[in-house]
């Protein structure tokens, strides 16, 4: 006798005939409280989904051990952002039987009338980290977000505005299939003064794009800088480059200047982040403007000492050092040590007394590291012709933080 998980689709209502007695012949009902609700009138046992979900497992696994129809019921498709794919793990793909139905992203799709084929859904149940929905945003049209009572429609809507997103507009589907539902599309900045109605979703369409493409190698000119203060496009190349990002890597900026490392990693890290310290506030300005220029927002950027604010940075895959190490490894200590094993940091010096500091630090922690150095040119005009400027040469040191080995049983 296998579980059985019901997908009530937008409306029970209209639930196919099979499914309608699925439930009504359970024995055990378990859901939402507003689920149940909907099964009020049944003499089945209710067991709510309330966490944590292992004393729900705990219940279901006795009345299922007693022979009981145990019969699950959830919001749309259970195996989409529901709980049929943890119901699976916990008791057998051979014991449970999932009944599809209509997903909210289906639903919202044929209400705004897009195609859905190209959306990507985001859940913010429970999450604080919005990294997910703003790498989404910077690849899709149409971004669906599943809300909870935290992450509500204001609330994501004031997010984007403060990181200079205007090339998006919010639809809010509040209590989809009910006889009160309502669809209001409005601009970020209208929804994040609204309140909805507490069950609701949303979904983001892109309206246009930020002033500037998003790619690596920007030219300069194109960002907003601090008297031309700026890591110059040939060493941010290759910079990124010795940093071997990939797409799911969390990145740390420390004295991001005018933001252009930032901006760019923030390109490769289609499924990452960037976060980044600054200590000066017009920089900080500066790099806030960039970010909105070129849309890349998933970059973090906070105002402060670089020791303090790393305190509350998520665990880093890579780490980059743009300058103002100087002779003083303080500051490495910290970065070395929250960097993730099998991470790489890189350190950018234009002093001589800086990379040896760099040096020095990484022999006493017995990393390994290399360097390389970038001597490079920009052409100018001149008689008819063009001439070669030297830039200041960039000692680039990067440092591979080993894997513990494992110890033996």
Same mark, same amino acid.
């Given at each position: 006798?296998?579980?059985?998980?019901?997908?009530?689709?937008?409306?029970?209502?209209?639930?196919?005939?099979?499914?309608?007695?699925?439930?009504?012949?359970?024995?055990?009902?378990?859901?939402?409280?507003r689920?149940?609700?909907?099964?009020?009138?049944?003499?089945?046992?209710?067991?709510?989904?309330?966490a944590?979900?292992s004393?729900?497992?705990?219940?279901?696994?006795?009345?299922?051990?007693?022979?009981?129809?145990?019969?699950?019921?959830?919001?749309?498709?259970?195996?989409?952002?529901?709980?049929?794919?943890?119901?699976?793990?916990?008791?057998?793909?051979?014991?449970?039987?999932?009944?599809p139905?209509?997903?909210?992203?289906?639903?919202?799709?044929?209400?705004?009338k !897009? &195609? =859905?084929?190209? @959306?990507?859904?985001?859940?913010?149940? $429970?999450?604080? *980290?919005?990294?997910?929905?703003?790498?989404? /945003?910077?690849?899709c049209?149409?971004?669906?977000?599943?809300?909870?009572?935290?992450?509500?429609?204001?609330?994501i809507?004031?997010?984007?505005?403060?990181?200079? !997103? &205007? =090339?998006?507009? @919010?639809?809010?589907f509040?209590?989809? $299939?009910?006889? *009160?539902?309502?669809?209001?599309?409005?601009? /970020?900045?209208?929804?994040?003064?609204?309140?909805?109605?507490?069950?609701?979703?949303?979904?983001?369409?892109?309206?246009?794009?930020?002033?500037?493409?998003?790619?690596?190698?920007?030219?300069?000119?194109?960002?907003?800088?601090?008297?031309?203060?700026?890591?110059?496009?040939?060493?941010?190349?290759?910079?990124?480059?010795?940093?071997?990002?990939?797409?799911?890597?969390?990145?740390?900026?420390?004295g991001?200047?005018?933001?252009?490392?930032?901006?760019?990693?923030?390109?490769?890290?289609?499924?990452?982040?960037?976060?980044?310290?600054?200590?000066?506030?017009?920089?900080?300005?500066?790099?806030?403007?960039?970010?909105?220029?070129?849309?890349?927002?998933?970059?973090?950027?906070?105002?402060?000492?670089?020791?303090?604010?790393?305190?509350?940075?998520?665990?880093?895959?890579?780490?980059?050092?743009?300058?103002?190490?100087?002779?003083?490894?303080?500051?490495?200590?910290?970065?070395?040590?929250?960097?993730?094993?099998?991470?790489r940091?890189?350190?950018?010096?234009t002093l001589?007394?800086?990379?040896?500091?760099?040096?020095?630090?990484?022999?006493?922690?017995?990393?390994?590291?290399?360097?390389?150095?970038?001597?490079?040119?920009?052409?100018?005009?001149?008689?008819?012709?063009?001439?070669?400027?030297?830039?200041?040469?960039?000692?680039?040191?990067?440092?591979?933080?080993?894997?513990?080995?494992?110890?033996?049983?």
């Amino acid at each position: 006798m296998p579980i059985h998980v019901v997908g009530l689709g937008i409306d029970p209502d209209t639930l196919p005939e099979i499914h309608e007695q699925i439930i009504t012949t359970a024995d055990v009902l378990v859901g939402g409280n507003r689920q149940l609700e909907s099964y009020s009138n049944l003499n089945a046992e209710r067991i709510p989904v309330t966490a944590p979900l292992s004393d729900v497992f705990e219940a279901m696994a006795s009345r299922y051990n007693a022979r009981k129809e145990v019969v699950v019921i959830a919001d749309g498709d259970p195996l989409f952002f529901g709980i049929g794919d943890r119901i699976i793990k916990e008791f057998g793909s051979d014991n449970v039987i999932v009944h599809p139905n209509t997903a909210t992203v289906q639903a919202i799709a044929s209400k705004a009338k !897009v &195609s =859905w084929q190209n @959306m990507r859904m985001v859940s913010l149940h $429970g999450r604080r *980290d919005y990294t997910p929905l703003y790498t989404a /945003l910077m690849q899709c049209d149409h971004v669906t977000a599943l809300t909870d009572d935290t992450n509500i429609p204001a609330v994501i809507a004031q997010k984007l505005v403060d990181r200079g !997103v &205007s =090339w998006f507009r @919010m639809h809010i589907f509040e209590k989809m $299939g009910t006889a *009160d539902e309502c669809i209001t599309v409005c601009t /970020l900045e209208e929804a994040s003064t609204r309140t909805f109605a507490s069950l609701n979703a949303v979904l983001l369409e892109r309206t246009g794009s930020p002033d500037k493409p998003l790619r690596l190698g920007i030219p300069d000119s194109h960002y907003a800088t601090e008297n031309q203060l700026i890591t110059k496009r040939p060493v941010r190349t290759a910079s990124l480059g010795i940093l071997e990002l990939e797409p799911h890597h969390i990145m740390w900026d420390i004295g991001a200047g005018s933001g252009s490392v930032s901006i760019e990693a923030g390109h490769l890290l289609t499924k990452g982040g960037v976060f980044s310290v600054e200590r000066k506030s017009e920089r900080v300005d500066i790099i806030r403007e960039n970010r909105s220029r070129f849309g890349a927002i998933n970059v973090d950027i906070q105002h402060g000492d670089a020791q303090q604010c790393i305190e509350d940075f998520p665990t880093p895959d890579r780490i980059f050092m743009g300058g103002g190490l100087g002779s003083d490894s303080t500051l490495l200590a910290p970065l070395c040590e929250r960097l993730r094993d099998g991470g790489r940091i890189v350190v950018n010096c234009t002093l001589l007394s800086s990379l040896e500091t760099a040096k020095e630090y990484f022999k006493t922690l017995d990393w390994e590291y290399d360097v390389t150095l970038i001597q490079s040119a920009d052409s100018r005009p001149l008689a008819g012709d063009i001439r070669l400027d030297s830039m200041n040469p960039i000692f680039i040191i990067s440092a591979h933080k080993p894997v513990p080995e494992k110890q033996p049983d």
